[in-house]
């Protein structure tokens, strides 16, 4: 048996309108703006954070024009396309509808906000504005994640019946930083683990069934979780993610026929094996990405990918749309109640 990995269909960068980011952050916006400087035509302009002495030297490293003081005054500049909100997760929802209130499109870190209400609000807002409003989830714009979806599409794994994901590492517990402060949003689910349920959710859609088991730190926080999905065909997901323990950050799609494999990590740029045939007689092809030197270089897809989008005039991403970015959400808000009753 032959087995043929497809090429993926890639988005010029020079082909798409060439905007101007407005961010809000200075923490993963770094490497978000290097990837853009360094792959796309999109441009970073303008720039705050609380630390007026780190965004400075933010701005000066990544060549950043300007630095305001505040939000608003950041809203308020007609040099600014689109924003880009890189803070802590609690702040997503009022930055996020600041910026769409001054007619900004957006793009907001994951997890998109605390809850999936604060999602719909920001989305909705978004809509009934006129302005793209997308959660960077960076994943679904990656060269391999069309790659899958070719695969998925053309029907060689055959009936899929289970996925499995995983993201996980060992964070030293300092309870004032922001993965163990429930103030900051801390907690694996809403840091890590909306890695694996968004990857389930793109090969699956919404479950029906969400079970979970997990830890909570003394902050209060989920510490790690391991959560069992079920949908409506039948079909599984097993996920798993923890601040305490090192896992492997691979994922997996099972089907009748067949299986893919997403090396590690996941949710980066990293490759693909796919095997076919039965066991004993199996037949494996392997795709690597080697477009980047760094993981974090592959974040300028999702730049290049939104800016296609503002082009085409679309108001919610197609590969990654407001309904199932809410319903991620609504799976995040049943597992964590029940990692708490379990603690």
Same mark, same amino acid.
């Given at each position: 048996?032959? &087995?043929?990995?497809?090429?993926?269909?890639?988005?010029?960068?020079?082909?798409?309108?060439?905007?101007?980011?407005?961010?809000?952050?200075?923490?993963? @916006?770094?490497?978000?703006? %290097?990837?853009?400087?360094?792959?796309?035509?999109?441009?970073? &302009?303008?720039?705050? @954070?609380?630390?007026?002495?780190?965004?400075?030297?933010?701005?000066?490293?990544?060549?950043?024009?300007?630095?305001?003081?505040?939000?608003?005054?950041?809203?308020?500049?007609?040099?600014?396309?689109?924003?880009?909100?890189?803070?802590?997760?609690?702040?997503?929802?009022?930055?996020?509808?600041?910026?769409?209130?001054?007619?900004?499109?957006?793009?907001?870190?994951?997890? *998109?906000?605390?809850?999936?209400? /604060?999602?719909? /609000?920001?989305?909705?807002?978004?809509?009934?504005?006129?302005?793209?409003?997308?959660?960077?989830?960076?994943?679904?714009?990656?060269?391999?994640?069309?790659? *899958?979806?070719?695969?998925?599409?053309?029907?060689?794994?055959?009936?899929?019946?289970?996925?499995?994901?995983?993201?996980?590492?060992?964070?030293?517990?300092?309870?004032?930083?922001?993965?163990?402060?429930?103030?900051?949003?801390?907690?694996?689910?809403?840091?890590?683990?909306?890695?694996? &349920?968004?990857?389930?959710?793109?090969?699956?859609?919404?479950?029906?069934? =969400?079970? @979970?088991?997990?830890?909570?730190?003394?902050?209060? =926080?989920?510490?790690?979780?391991?959560?069992?999905?079920?949908?409506?065909?039948?079909?599984?997901?097993?996920?798993?993610?923890?601040?305490?323990?090192?896992?492997?950050?691979?994922?997996?799609?099972?089907?009748?026929?067949?299986?893919?494999?997403?090396?590690?990590?996941?949710?980066?740029?990293?490759? *693909?094996?796919?095997?076919?045939?039965?066991?004993?007689?199996?037949?494996?092809?392997?795709?690597?990405?080697?477009?980047?030197?760094? *993981? %974090?270089?592959?974040?300028?897809?999702?730049?290049?990918?939104?800016?296609?989008? =503002?082009?085409?005039?679309?108001?919610?991403?197609?590969?990654?749309?407001?309904?199932?970015?809410?319903?991620?959400?609504?799976?995040?808000? /049943?597992?964590?109640?029940?990692?708490?009753?379990?603690?």
């Amino acid at each position: 048996m032959s &087995v043929q990995i497809p090429q993926p269909r890639l988005i010029d960068p020079a082909s798409v309108p060439a905007l101007r980011w407005g961010v809000i952050g200075t923490g993963i @916006a770094g490497r978000f703006v %290097h990837a853009i400087h360094a792959h796309t035509a999109q441009r970073a &302009v303008a720039v705050t @954070a609380r630390d007026a002495a780190k965004t400075r030297a933010f701005a000066d490293e990544h060549g950043i024009a300007r630095v305001h003081d505040s939000v608003p005054a950041l809203l308020a500049d007609p040099d600014v396309d689109v924003v880009y909100v890189a803070t802590p997760h609690p702040l997503h929802r009022e930055q996020a509808l600041q910026a769409i209130a001054a007619g900004k499109h957006v793009l907001i870190e994951k997890p *998109i906000a605390m809850s999936a209400d /604060e999602a719909r /609000e920001i989305l909705a807002a978004g809509r009934a504005t006129g302005v793209l409003v997308a959660e960077a989830m960076w994943t679904r714009r990656l060269p391999q994640a069309d790659v *899958i979806r070719q695969v998925l599409e053309s029907g060689v794994l055959g009936e899929v019946s289970l996925v499995r994901a995983d993201f996980g590492f060992v964070a030293p517990e300092l309870p004032e930083h922001r993965l163990w402060n429930p103030e900051l949003g801390g907690g694996a689910m809403l840091d890590a683990g909306v890695y694996p &349920v968004s990857f389930a959710s793109s090969v699956l859609g919404a479950p029906s069934v =969400v079970r @979970a088991i997990g830890t909570v730190a003394e902050t209060g =926080v989920d510490a790690s979780a391991n959560v069992l999905l079920a949908t409506p065909s039948g079909a599984e997901a097993v996920l798993s993610t923890s601040l305490v323990a090192s896992l492997p950050v691979e994922a997996s799609i099972h089907g009748s026929l067949g299986r893919l494999e997403v090396l590690s990590p996941f949710f980066g740029p990293s490759g *693909i094996r796919l095997v076919l045939g039965a066991l004993g007689s199996e037949a494996t092809a392997v795709w690597r990405d080697e477009t980047f030197e760094a *993981i %974090h270089d592959g974040l300028g897809c999702q730049a290049t990918a939104f800016a296609s989008y =503002v082009g085409r005039g679309l108001l919610e991403s197609p590969v990654h749309p407001h309904d199932e970015v809410v319903s991620v959400m609504v799976t995040i808000d /049943e597992v964590l109640p029940q990692i708490a009753a379990a603690s």
